[in-house]
């Protein structure tokens, strides 16, 4: 049997060998098919497994849809681990890696996964790759950036619309950081957009941190650069800071910096399915085994949008189980694309 995958916002579907009982059978499947990963636990956070296409119900906008495909099969993972080496995670930076060196150590042989950095720019210390020898010497060389700057959004959309791109499979981020965006290109909408037109899941992990040095950085930028008459770097904007750089004093340093990066963290989590975490969590080991094992057994759920709202730009997704006493979580919403 040959099965086509079909991408769907640049999404990846597998259909089940099951659905064809002619060795010779072609199966076609419309771009415009909606895949939802679908994550269902107990509640103790445990997998539930065992689940039939007829236990779920996926609505779009508020009306049932018939769900096309159903996908239960464990999968090799591809795996972006995105670490935070502002200046502002110099206190914590060690416990960062140590969390990277944790996930790499639950990792298949099938599984992939990619080290990538993010500071005052986004760099890619190791591909997608399943040499776990190669991940770990990446680990060991992440450092904090020379230069000012923290450009999360800038790391999240380049994996999401390049990296994972013409990736087959399951694919999600591991975002270690403490969320404090300081000059990337995409705003927290435009980022949000991007991350809801695909099917990458993400995972954070909040790092609370400390900002009086990074305030006294804000204020050499605003009094004439940090990168010095030579090495200061300029902009899309004409300046030498970033977009979105912040200006105001009062903008939210310190406590209320780190309540407006977890709101966001948690919105970019639960747009994609995924999940948001402190670093306070008791046992983080015991967060990454649960994590990887959901995202080996996740389902997978496929629609055909309805006619009469394909012209519409963002639709609301809701997904129902018939257990009880059980957790869902799904992508609440998806963008159609122009």
């Known amino acids: 049997m040959k099965i086509f995958f079909a991408l769907t916002f640049v999404s990846l579907f597998f259909i089940t060998t099951s659905r064809a009982q002619n060795t010779d059978e072609v199966i076609k499947v419309d771009v415009n098919l909606v895949s939802v990963p679908v994550i269902v636990s107990d509640r103790q956070g445990r997998y539930v497994a065992g689940l039939k296409a007829e236990d779920f119900s996926v609505y779009q906008d508020g009306r049932k849809q018939t769900v096309s495909f159903f996908g239960t099969e464990e999968e090799p993972l591809n795996v972006a681990i995105l670490l935070d080496t502002s200046k502002s995670t110099k206190d914590v930076l060690k416990q960062i890696k140590n969390a990277a060196k ?65 990736v087959k499979g399951r694919k999600a981020i591991i975002l270690l950081t403490d969320g404090k965006d300081f000059g990337s290109y995409p705003t927290k909408a435009e980022l949000l957009d991007t991350v ?15 900002m009086g ?34 200006r105001n004093r009062g903008g939210g340093m310190g406590g209320e910096a780190d309540e407006d990066a977890k709101v966001y963290l948690q919105k970019m989590s639960d747009s994609t399915a995924g999940r948001f975490y402190e670093k306070e969590v008791t046992d983080l080991k015991k967060t990454f085994e649960i994590i990887a094992d959901e995202l080996r057994k996740q389902y997978r759920l496929g629609f055909y949008p309805d006619e009469l709202d394909k012209n519409a730009d963002v639709h609301q997704l809701k997904v129902k189980v018939s257990l009880s006493d059980v957790a869902v979580r799904s992508r609440g919403t998806y963008r159609s694309r122009k």
């Open 102 to 166: 944790d996930f790499i150590k639950l990792l298949q042989p099938n599984d992939r996964a990619m080290i990538v950095t993010f500071d005052y720019r986004v760099t890619v210390l190791s591909p997608l790759t399943s040499d776990r020898k190669e991940l770990e010497k990446a680990i060991k060389k992440v450092e904090i950036g020379e230069k000012v700057g923290t450009v999360m959004r800038d790391a999240v959309q380049e994996v999401v619309s390049n990296s994972f791109a013409n």
């Open 196 to 210: 809801e037109e695909n099917d990458v899941m993400i995972y954070s992990v909040f790092y609370k941190t400390r």
């Open 213 to 246: 040095g990074n305030q006294r950085i804000i204020d050499r930028v605003l009094n004439g650069g940090i990168f010095g008459r030579r090495g200061m770097r300029r902009f899309p904007n004409g300046g030498g800071t970033p977009p979105n750089f912040p």
